[in-house]
């Protein structure tokens, strides 16, 4: 059994910054890709940033130069730095990480942190 916590959604405005974390726990062997993913009212969910376990990134070109991936592997952890926010980053956040536990390699998806950017 695995379980993701995500936190750090909130409400900011424009211009303001806000840090996501999304920490695994549970029957853990190892992790592969981790992503961070949105979904805005009315819109498909569309992936955001992702890392490799050998920390590649990449990055959707609306948030390229303003939000940073990164991972603590010791901790099973993600995180998304978000600066310059604006209202079109508003949305639902979801992480999304590829575990590796004793019966095979699974996605596990987070419960979601709302971030409204006010303008």
């Known amino acids: 059994q695995v379980q993701l916590v995500e936190s750090g959604g909130g409400l900011v405005q424009a211009g303001g910054s806000l840090r996501l974390s999304c920490a695994a726990s549970?029957?853990?062997?190892?992790?592969?890709?981790m992503g961070w993913y949105r979904q805005a009212p009315g819109n498909q969910r569309e992936l955001v940033a992702a890392?490799?376990?050998?920390?590649?990134?990449n990055y959707a070109d609306s948030v390229k130069g303003r939000f940073t991936i990164s991972r603590d592997n010791a901790k099973n952890t993600v995180y998304l730095q978000m600066n310059s926010l604006k209202p079109e980053d508003t949305a639902v956040y979801y992480c999304?990480?590829?575990?590796?536990?004793?019966?095979?390699?699974?996605?596990?998806w987070g419960q979601g942190t709302q971030v409204t950017v006010s303008s």
């Open positions: 890392i490799t376990r050998g920390s590649s990134t």
């Open positions: 999304k990480l590829g575990v590796v536990t004793m019966r095979g390699l699974y996605d596990y």
């Open positions: 549970g029957s853990i062997l190892s992790i592969n890709a």
